[in-house]
C-alpha cells in the first residue's frame, strides 16, 4: 500500500490538510480526537487530492460509514424460517402423490405386521386372524343343467368333432349335475362385498357317468344357486345375494344378508389409474410399486388350513402381458399384472399397495400362471367404487333400494 503526500504553495501554518483513507482497508467509524492514532492515516495537499482513492473529512469530524446492504442478513432469516417450517410437523413438505414401491409400510401396520415373513408370528406358524372377518372365504353351491355324449366302450379317441359334439348319429344328453368352487372376497362396509366375477358363476361343472371317467364341460344353466360367506372353512357362514357383477371385468358385488362375523376393511379403496385428467392422470399405479395379496394358507394336500397368508409382490406392467392358452380368455383391459405367487382358489383375494405411508385396496387377484411363470392378472378395483358406495347407501337405509325395473307392458290400443 502506498501513501503519497506533497505540499506545494503555501506556508507550513496556513496549510489546510485533509485526511485520506485508502479503499482497501475497511472503513469503520472512528473515535473523536483519536483517528490518527487507530488506522493508518497520512496527509494530502488539498491541490493533490486523488479523488478516486479517496474520501473528504470535515476537519475535526467524524467519517461517515456507508451503510451495510441488509439482504444477506435477510437471507440469513429467511433461509432460517425456511428450514423452521419444513421440520414442523404442521408445515411438513406433503409426499408425492401416487404409490410407492417399498414395501416396508406393510410391516409396520398393525394388521399386515403379524403376517411379514420374518416376525415372530409368521416364524412360529401363527398367523394372525385379525383380517378373517375382512376378507372371508366364499363359497359357492348349487346345481346346474350341462350336456354330454356318452363314449362307446372301446370307443377310440375323440376327434374335433367329438369334441365339440358334432360327431354324426352321436346321441347328447342333459342332466342335471351338482357344482361347488371357493374363492375369497373383501368386506367394503357393513354388508356389500366385492370379488371376482367368474367366482360367482361356474364355468366348468363335472359330471359322473358310470364305466367312463367323469366329464367336464360347460353348464347350460344354473338352476338354483347359494353363496356363503365364512370366517373360516367349516363354519355355518352368512348367507350372501349377487347384488351386481360385471363380466367383461371380471368384478361383482354381493350383499351379505347380516354382518354377523363380518368386518368392513379399515383400508380404503382407491383408484389405481390415478386422479384428474384421464389422459394424463396423476398418481396412478406404475410398474415397480410395492403390491401385496392376502391368500389361503394350505397344507401340503392342498387343503384350507383355516390360516391367512401375505404374499409380497411388485407391479410388473400396468395391462396384461405375457398371456398364454389359459388365461389369454380371461383377461381385459382393466387389468394390471404382478408377480404374486397365487394358487387356484385365491381368486377374488385383495391386493394392496401403499399409498403416503398406508395401505389401500386396489383390486382383486382374477387369474394366475403360476406355477407356470410368476405372472398375476389383478383386476383393478375402481369400476366397482361408485357402485359399492351406492350400494352401502341403499342397504342402509339412506337412499331407495337399487332395483331395475322394466316399464310397464302397453296394449296395442295404447301404443
Known amino acids: ?100 414401491p417399498n414395501c416396508s409400510g406393510f410391516a409396520q401396520d398393525p394388521l399386515f405386521g403379524p403376517l411379514w415373513p420374518g416376525t415372530s408370528e409368521q416364524k412360529g406358524g401363527r398367523r394372525s386372524n385379525a383380517l378373517a372377518a375382512m376378507v372371508p372365504r366364499l363359497a359357492l353351491r348349487g346345481k346346474a343343467l350341462a350336456t354330454y355324449e356318452p363314449r362307446k366302450v372301446g370307443q377310440t379317441a375323440p376327434t374335433l368333432e367329438a369334441v365339440f359334439g358334432l360327431t354324426p348319429g352321436a346321441q347328447r344328453e342333459i342332466v342335471e349335475t351338482p357344482f361347488a368352487q371357493d374363492a375369497r372376497g373383501v368386506v367394503l362396509s357393513p354388508h356389500v362385498l366385492a370379488t371376482v ?10 359330471i359322473s357317468v358310470a364305466q367312463q371317467a367323469n366329464v367336464q364341460t360347460v353348464p347350460l344353466r344354473v338352476t338354483n344357486m347359494t353363496l356363503v360367506a365364512r370366517t373360516a372353512p367349516g363354519e355355518e357362514g352368512v348367507p350372501a345375494q349377487v347384488a351386481h357383477v360385471n363380466a367383461p371385468y371380471d368384478l361383482a358385488l354381493a350383499q351379505a344378508d347380516s354382518q354377523w362375523s363380518l368386518q368392513p376393511l379399515p383400508y380404503a379403496a382407491v383408484l389405481s ?16 410399486d410395492c403390491v401385496v395379496t392376502l391368500v389361503t394358507a394350505h397344507n401340503e394336500k392342498a387343503y384350507d388350513t383355516g390360516q391367512d397368508r401375505l404374499v409380497i409382490g411388485k407391479v410388473l406392467a400396468k395391462v396384461p402381458v405375457a398371456t398364454n392358452y389359459l388365461t389369454q380368455t380371461k383377461l381385459n383391459v382393466n387389468m394390471f399384472t404382478a408377480d404374486l405367487a397365487v394358487q387356484p382358489g385365491d381368486s377374488g383375494s385383495p391386493v394392496f399397495a401403499l399409498q403416503a405411508g398406508k395401505p389401500v385396496l386396489v383390486g382383486l387377484v382374477s387369474a394366475t400362471m403360476y406355477p407356470t411363470a410368476m405372472f398375476t392378472y389383478v383386476a383393478r378395483i375402481d369400476p366397482l367404487l361408485a357402485l359399492a358406495e351406492a350400494l352401502r347407501l341403499a342397504t342402509s337405509g339412506q337412499s331407495k333400494s337399487l332395483l331395475v325395473r322394466s316399464p310397464p307392458a302397453t296394449s296395442p290400443e295404447q301404443r
Open 1 to 100: 500500500m502506498r501513501m503519497l503526500a506533497a505540499f506545494v504553495g503555501k506556508p507550513w501554518e496556513k496549510r489546510h490538510f485533509f485526511c485520506v483513507t485508502i479503499l482497501d482497508i475497511e472503513p469503520h467509524a472512528l473515535p473523536r480526537r483519536q483517528g490518527k492514532y487507530h488506522m493508518l492515516r497520512r496527509c494530502l495537499p488539498e491541490s493533490r487530492l486523488p479523488a478516486q482513492y479517496t474520501r473528504v473529512l470535515p476537519q475535526f469530524g467524524r467519517i461517515h460509514m456507508l451503510k451495510r446492504s441488509c439482504w444477506p442478513v435477510l437471507d440469513v432469516v429467511l433461509l432460517c424460517a425456511l428450514c423452521l417450517a419444513w421440520t414442523a410437523p404442521g408445515y411438513a413438505a406433503s409426499e408425492p402423490p401416487g404409490f410407492a
Open 273 to 288: 389409474y390415478g386422479t384428474g385428467d384421464p389422459e394424463k392422470p396423476t398418481g396412478g399405479l406404475q410398474a415397480g
Open 197 to 206: 366375477a367368474h367366482a360367482l358363476t361356474p364355468d366348468i361343472v363335472e
